[in-house]
């Protein structure tokens, strides 16, 4: 297949990369490196089935003859983040929606006929998990709320013209590569602080539930998408909830480590309990998560130990 993968040298994007590179797919990575690395992409690229455009999402029109012939865009480029996008909103809406919109025009025009968009289960908001994909969006932030709108621009143009839309929610995604910064998720930030020895912050009780699925995982979610999706949602997690608390102490069995531990008020935007059903996605499209939570764990750390020795 030739495929159009944007914010292919992203967390996420990189893996899909190198699934697709493996499957001997030709591809062209849109990425404008604002937050993506070439050095995710180091290995994959030296297969020769890789052209790279460093291009931002919003200004498509000087390489447009790119996209001729493509079979797919897969769309991963984004800014993310509850709480960073409480401070951008902005910014958050015109990368996301309006970003999303100019892929949708660019498969209209070159009747592309395959569009998967990344989005998140943050869409859901605070309703009862585990969530469904017939629940009604309720976003409880900017990020949640553009990433609402991107999804139905997605389901407008797969209703009005012949393109195949496939959205797939993904849970609390973790792995190599995932960025660290202030707005990190927690997984990145208790690996390093047991790497360093320094205390994590917990914000309110670790009750809160997540459902934590690794980076590989959603790789291949997203090529059975291309394979078997159809103009719909899917939820792609594990599954399974885990709690803070329940985290910690598989992160602290693993890692021979004790956490010292330092509790403050919740934030505002995350929900309580944010989990979500898988069973659309294992019935449609053949997708079954292969790694548990201590596999995919083993791993990262792994990766995250070479950070600190290197």
């Known amino acids: 297949?030739?495929?159009?993968?944007?914010?292919?040298?992203?967390?996420?994007?990189?893996?899909?990369?190198?699934?697709?590179?493996?499957?001997?797919?030709?591809?062209?990575?849109?990425?404008?490196?604002?937050?993506?690395?070439?050095?995710?992409?180091?290995?994959?690229?030296?297969?020769?089935?890789?052209?790279?455009?460093?291009?931002?999402i919003r200004n498509l029109n000087e390489i447009k003859s790119k996209f001729i012939d493509a079979d797919a865009i897969v769309h991963f480029a984004a800014y993310t983040g509850?709480?960073?996008?409480?401070?951008?909103?902005?910014?958050?809406t015109d990368v996301n929606v309006m970003g999303t919109?100019?892929?949708?025009?660019?498969c209209r025009e070159f009747n592309i006929p395959k569009f998967i968009l990344a989005s998140t289960g943050a869409v859901y908001g605070n309703q009862i998990a585990p969530f469904h994909e017939t629940l009604i969006p309720d976003p409880l932030s900017p990020y949640a709320a553009s990433k609402v709108a991107a999804e139905n621009f997605c389901k407008?143009?797969?209703?009005?013209?012949?393109?195949?839309?496939?959205?797939?929610?993904?849970?609390?995604v973790y792995g190599p590569r995932k960025s660290f910064g202030p707005y990190a998720n927690v997984i990145p930030k208790f690996v390093r602080s047991a790497l360093r020895n320094s205390p994590v912050t917990i914000f309110g009780d670790g009750s809160q539930e997540r459902d934590f699925v690794y980076v590989k995982d959603i790789a291949h979610a997203c090529y059975s998408a291309l394979e078997k999706g159809k103009n719909d949602i899917y939820n792609i997690g594990t599954g399974k909830n885990t709690s803070l608390?329940?985290?910690?102490?598989?992160?602290?069995?693993?890692?021979?480590?004790?956490?010292?531990?330092?509790?403050?008020?919740?934030?505002l935007g995350e929900s309580k309990f944010a989990y979500s059903s898988i069973k659309k996605a294992q019935d449609i499209l053949s997708y079954n998560p292969k790694y548990t939570l201590k596999e995919g764990l083993l791993e990262y750390i792994e990766f995250e130990k070479n950070l600190v020795e290197n």
């Open 1 to 56: 297949m030739k495929l159009i993968v944007t914010g292919g040298c992203g967390f996420i994007g990189s893996h899909f990369v190198d699934l697709c590179v493996e499957k001997n797919d030709d591809l062209i990575i849109l990425d404008s490196l604002l937050t993506g690395k070439m050095e995710n992409i180091i290995d994959s690229k030296k297969s020769g089935h890789i052209e790279f455009l460093n291009n931002d």
């Open 245 to 267: 608390t329940e985290l910690i102490n598989v992160l602290e069995e693993t890692m021979n480590y004790k956490f010292k531990k330092n509790f403050v008020d919740s934030r």
């Open 82 to 92: 509850v709480m960073e996008s409480l401070e951008k909103p902005l910014e958050f």
């Open 101 to 106: 919109l100019n892929l949708l025009e660019i």
């Open 156 to 172: 407008s143009y797969g209703n009005i013209y012949d393109i195949t839309a496939t959205v797939l929610r993904f849970t609390n």
